[in-house]
């Protein structure tokens, strides 16, 4: 009877035990399911979180592509650009060119003289002189004969760069140009300061936005004019006390060849005189002949151009002084330099009659020569020296 009773009552115990046990097991599944889920949705994420991370390199790199594209583009416009400027300079030399010969022919095949065109002619060509008499202020009437003197300033040691004074500016100030490549222009004081060995601290550094190439360049009345380092044939008007890019040009058919084979970091040689800014280079066009242009230095405009008949074979450096450009050769080695031809751009200078100039008492070779037309001296820059030249002058016949 009680063994009876006992049984009952395990009965439902064992019931109750057996139902808990369903539930655990059940409630195990389910947390095995939940966590296989979030084992799932952790890969998920973690697979769009790479995505996302290998979609902003990829883009990142097709950025760099597509800036890299356009900066060649936009060079292309302007090289595009100064081909355009050049070919049509050249188109309008060669119509000249052809009006010049169609006239040759037609008075050779004539028996009489069109007196009325000849006078035209000679009217209009001397015309043509006036207006550049008073453009280059004809009062300009010396000419070089000589290089008397010189004076090492100082040897900083670098092979190319330039140095030169405002001839435009009152002041003393000693410009630093080192390299034939660089941004940074060192101003000194006075001539003083310049020399002393150690002038860290007495130089104010002027970083140019855009850097410069050759050594061609040049100072005037607050400007620094230079050739854009990376272009053809963009000129670069700099103001240097308030360190900004006033005003740029491209000179229609420079750059693409030296300005003197001696210097062929040089295509662009700018140059200060009584008149104002000028631009020599040289020409593929001209049979490498050295070709001189006046720039308004106010508007950048081009005033004038004129083909000489220098060549830019065995040339180091030129300079210009009173409407004449004075053009200085060497030999390949390094030698003695000389002057040996003379383009007077008024043709108030017989060229044939000047001696060859030779500079005094140095061996070596000039990476520039500028004329400073304020202190009527030479300013160059000769195997890691600066130099100044004294000069001897006389009234042009």
């Known amino acids: 009877m009680v063994d009876l009773k006992l049984r009952f009552l395990l009965v439902p115990f064992f019931t109750s035990v057996i139902g808990e046990a369903q539930y655990v097991m059940q409630d195990a599944a389910l947390m095995n399911y939940i966590d296989r889920r979030f084992l799932s949705l952790e890969k998920r ?3 769009c979180n790479q995505d996302i991370l290998d979609y902003v390199e990829e883009f990142r790199d097709f950025s760099k592509t597509i800036m890299s594209r356009l900066a060649g583009l936009n060079n292309f416009k302007t090289e595009v650009k100064s081909e355009v400027e050049n070919l049509l300079t050249r188109v309008e030399r060669a119509q000249r060119d052809i009006d010049y010969f169609g006239s040759v022919t037609d008075s050779n095949t004539c028996i009489e003289v069109d007196e009325d065109l000849v006078k035209q002619q000679l009217f209009e060509e001397a015309e043509e002189k006036r207006k550049l008499k008073l453009m280059l ?19 900083t040691g670098e092979m190319h760069g330039s140095w030169m004074k405002d001839p435009g500016k ?8 080192s390299g034939s490549v660089n941004n940074v222009i060192l101003e000194f004081a006075n001539i003083m300061t310049f020399m002393e060995s150690n002038h860290t601290r007495k130089v104010r550094r002027v970083t140019l936005p855009l850097p410069w190439k050759g050594t061609g360049h040049i100072i005037y009345q607050g ?13 670069i008007k700099y103001n240097i006390q308030k360190r900004n890019v006033s005003d740029q040009m491209l000179l229609p058919g420079a750059g693409r060849i030296p300005a003197y084979q001696l210097s062929p970091a040089t295509k662009i040689d700018l140059a200060i005189d009584e008149q104002g800014l000028w631009a020599i280079h040289a020409e593929p066009d001209t049979g490498g002949n050295i070709v001189i242009t006046k ?11 004129w083909d000489t008949s220098c060549s830019s074979k065995d040339a180091e450096a030129a300079f210009m002084a009173c409407n004449t450009l004075y053009v200085v050769y060497n030999f390949p080695s390094g030698g003695t330099s000389r002057i040996q031809c003379v383009y007077d ?5 017989n060229t044939y ?11 070596g070779s000039h990476s520039t020569i500028h004329y400073n037309p304020k202190e009527k001296q030479l300013f160059a820059w ?5 130099i100044i030249y004294k000069l001897q002058t006389m009234q042009k016949v």
């Open 137 to 155: 202020n004809a009062s300009c009437d010396h000419m070089l004969t000589g290089i008397k003197s010189l004076k090492i300033v100082k040897k």
């Open 382 to 386: 000769g195997d890691g020296s600066q």
């Open 223 to 235: 400007f620094l004019f230079y050739h854009r380092y990376g272009s053809l044939n963009e000129i």
């Open 45 to 47: 994420l973690e697979k």
């Open 345 to 349: 751009v008024l043709g108030a200078v």
């Open 353 to 363: 009659e000047i001696p060859v100039l030779h500079f005094p008492k140095r061996q």
């Open 170 to 177: 009152k002041h003393a100030k000693i410009y630093l140009l």
């Open 295 to 305: 720039i308004n230095h106010m508007t950048m405009a081009v005033e004038h151009t």
